[in-house]
Nanobody, 124 residues
Framework: QVQLVESGGGWVQAGGSLRLSCAASGLTFSTRAMGWFRQAPGKERESVAAISWTGGGTYYTDSVKGRFTISRDNAKNMVYLQMNSLKPEDTAVYYC?????????????????WGQGTQVTVSS
C-alpha cells in the first residue's frame, strides 16, 4: 500500500518560514520524481516545485522562486519543501505527489500517488 504523508504545515506570519516534509512508503521512491502542489480555497491546484529522482534537477513555479527549496533524501524516502519569506498568497493546502517517471514532471497528470495534504496559513 502506497502512502505519502505530509507534515510541517501550520500558521505563520508573513515573512516567516515553514518546512514541509513528506514521508513515502510502499513505492520505489528513489526511482521517481517528486513534486509539491498546493490548492487555495476557490482556486485550482497548482504545481509549486518538483525534483528529479536523483535530486539533481529541480523546478519551481515563478511565484516561489528564490523563496522555496525542494529537496529529497532517498535513503529515508523523504521529500522536503523549505518555505521562506512566506506571503499571505502562499496560504493553501500543500500536497506531496510521486511522479510516474524519473524525470521532473510539471503537470498533475504525470503524478501517480498523492498525499492527504497539509494546511499552510500565512497571516499578514
Amino acid at each position: 500500500q502506497v502512502q505519502l504523508v505530509e507534515s510541517g504545515g501550520g500558521w505563520v506570519q508573513a515573512g516567516g518560514s515553514l518546512r514541509l516534509s513528506c514521508a513515502a512508503s510502499g513505492l520505489t521512491f528513489s526511482t521517481r520524481a517528486m513534486g509539491w502542489f498546493r490548492q487555495a480555497p476557490g482556486k485550482e491546484r497548482e504545481s509549486v516545485a518538483a525534483i528529479s529522482w536523483t535530486g539533481g534537477g529541480t523546478y519551481y513555479t515563478d511565484s516561489v522562486k528564490g523563496r522555496f527549496t525542494i529537496s529529497r533524501d532517498n535513503a529515508k524516502n523523504m521529500v522536503y519543501l523549505q518555505m521562506n519569506s512566506l506571503k499571505p498568497e502562499d496560504t493553501a493546502v500543500y500536497y506531496c505527489a510521486a511522479s510516474k517517471w524519473t524525470r521532473i514532471t510539471w503537470s498533475s497528470d504525470g503524478y501517480e500517488y498523492w498525499g492527504q495534504g497539509t494546511q499552510v496559513t500565512v497571516s499578514s
